[in-house]
């Protein structure tokens, strides 16, 4: 089910999912890992563009894995109550990737890599999933693909909207426009300069651990406050700590601030005691004391 | 925590934003604060050198990055004016910065402790001292 942001309904989603799990390694697939841009690159980009003064641009592909072709043989059963009468034994061979199978996201990748080098882009050596078009002496396009999402930005609107009108053809896209959202952080372009925050993220997280409304801190932690290993606290449940500074870490994205405090916590994992969940609580607390806080990229410098 | 590791820590900025930050806990023991601030001289000239790659890609020719760096027999290691006794027991792959430096792709500047903004990713500090500064100045971030 998919909501809207006041919570109805917006349409209901149902995907036919292969079991990725009976799949075995040289057999059914071969390579699985799948490249992600670090964020250092979209900041990067997001600054730079800002400073030149081009808008940055979103699409997203609907349904992204299932453009993947596949390279090895892969067979599916026929799905539960959807079988065709007299013909309950026979089994499909896939010509393309679905969602669960391992190599679905490399499958995609390739795909949409070639796709990209045909169009006359070249692809950034020292992050793979970087795409630049240039155009003569000056025109250049820049894309970044993050799985689904495909953030462009450059310094021709021919070349923009080109590019635009081409991958919607290409493949099944969302149009987002200008790029607001991505991967969980605002974006906010503006005359002066664009702002990046995780705000919504933010509260989403204060919420789960109970403590939204809670008193805001200054600092994420108590200066010459030593935390160890062993520290005779009493034990707490460690997936709930796990997944606790999972979500901080996905937060230094726009958190610089917390950055140290994270990797800090981090090493209590896999024995956390109530001390070490309390330092956690801080963190979260000065999050909320700067809610409204956010990297600022300025248009001019 | 009490194994006399350091913690390396950077961040870089393009424009009037922070774009690239890092906190990590160094794998040796360093034998002193110098080499400990070598050793993350070092590890914030690698992600130096791979921004201004990234920037080539988007068409941008850039300069020597600078690295402020608040020691500075730190800085006179890696432009190599230590005596050679003292830094002669730290393994070779940190030394790629002399290297870095000698091809213009970083330089090394010295800064006041107090101004060294990448120390939020090495420790906890204070709260800013002055009430008018409501917000810690320490943080790289601003509203909206």
Redesign the interface.
Known sequence: MKHNPDGSVQKNKARLVAKGYAQQPGVDYEETFYLVACL??I??????A??KGWKLYQLDVKSTFLNGELKEEVYVQQPEGFEIEGQEEMIYKLKKALYGLKQAPRAWYNNIDNYFIEKGFEK????PT?Y?K?QGLVD?L?VALYVDDLIFTGNNLKLIEDFRKEMMMRYKMNDLGILHHFFGIEI?QEDD?V?I?QKKYAEKILKKFGMFGCNPT????????????EDRGKKVDASNYRSLVGNLFYLTN????I?????LLS?FMNDPSHIHLGADKRVLRYIHG?L???????SK? | ??DMKN?S?Y?FS????????????QQIVAQSSAEAEYISAGLATQQAI??Q???E????KEEAVTIHCDNKSAIDMAKNLVFHGRTKHIAIKHHFIREAIEDEEVQLSICKTNDQVAD?????????KNPEIK??SW??????
Request: some cysteine; aromatic content about 10%.
């Open positions: 250092d690159t900041r990067a980009l997001i600054s730079l800002t400073q950034s050596k020292n992050e970087l630049v240039r250049i820049i906010y300069g702002f925050c200054n600092t994420p932690l108590v200066v010459n406050e030593k935390l160890k290993k726009t958190i610089p601030d950055m140290f405090a994270s990797s090493r700067t409204d806080y956010g990297i600022k990229y300025e410098v | 925590m009490d913690t820590g961040v393009l424009g009037s934003g922070a774009i690239s930050w890092c906190s990590k806990k791979w921004l790659r990234i920037l890609d988007f068409g941008e939020i990713f090495t420790k906890a500090l204070p709260r800013e917000r810690s943080s790289s971030r601003t509203t909206h």
